[in-house]
């Protein structure tokens, strides 16, 4: 379903179980971060009314995402670090149109938003399924399955407001983009890392 070029070496997941601390905070800081890409998509496109219903809605998950890690972070007697940097997306940042209508940097942002939630869903898939610590497990499982619509939501977006964007043609670019990216990643206690 995702169509992603390069699954998860399951084997990072023995990474991850060496610092759950370290996997949980940078997990927090992706689902604050996802927050706040939702809401700049609200705020720089507020004439659609059907997206900004729909994006409220995710905004919201993705804070409701945040509490959750948070509470268990808090749970465990762990401590939520300081926000890290997310080296994968501003990669893929850097991919995203410069030029072009505000309407073709706007499709690109869905696509760009759409690619994230791809990939986390693919790594929750990975922890859910291989994480020997069985409540994290079943709270990845769960969260994957939002992943999953998240992501399916950008794409129809994109779809249904682009104006000239060959939206079919700019995902399988940013499908081979990702593709090269993430070869130099899964090797570190962070979702994307």
């Not at 922890?127 to 499982?141: G, M, P």
């Not at 992501?151 to 950008?154: A, G, N, Q």
């Given at each position: 379903m995702?169509?992603?070029k390069?699954?998860?070496d ?5 990474i991850?179980e ?19 890409n939702?809401?700049t ?10 997206l900004?219903?729909s994006?409220?809605e995710i905004?919201?998950?993705e804070?409701?995402h945040f509490?959750?890690?948070?509470n ?5 007697g762990l401590?939520?670090g300081r ?6 997306v501003?990669?893929?940042?850097k ?11 706007f ?8 690619m994230?939630e791809?990939?986390?869903?693919e790594?929750f898939k ?16 769960e969260?994957?399955i939002s992943?999953?619509?998240h992501?399916?939501?950008?794409l129809?977006?994109a779809?249904?407001y682009?104006e ?6 700019r995902w399988?670019e940013?499908i081979?983009f ?6 130099n990643?899964?090797k570190?206690?962070?979702i994307?890392?």
């Open positions: 995702l169509g992603l390069l699954k998860t399951p084997r990072w997941v023995n991850v060496g610092n759950i601390e370290e996997i949980l905070t940078d997990h927090a800081w992706c689902e604050q971060k996802a927050a706040t939702v809401i998509l609200i705020t720089q496109n507020s004439e659609h009314e059907e900004v219903t994006l409220l905004a919201k998950e804070l409701d509490q959750m890690v948070h268990i972070i808090k749970e465990r401590t939520l926000e890290r940097k997310d080296h994968y501003n990669e893929l940042f991919f995203l149109k410069k030029d072009g209508s505000r309407n073709d940097a499709v690109d942002r869905l696509l760009f938003s759409a994230i791809a990939r986390s869903c790594r990975v922890l859910s399924q291989n994480i020997k610590d069985k409540e994290l497990a079943t709270f990845y499982r969260l994957m992943e999953a619509g992501y399916t939501s950008f129809a977006f779809r249904k682009s000239k964007v060959d939206v079919d043609k399988k940013w081979e990702e593709g090269e990216l993430i070869t990643y899964g570190s206690e962070t994307h890392g």
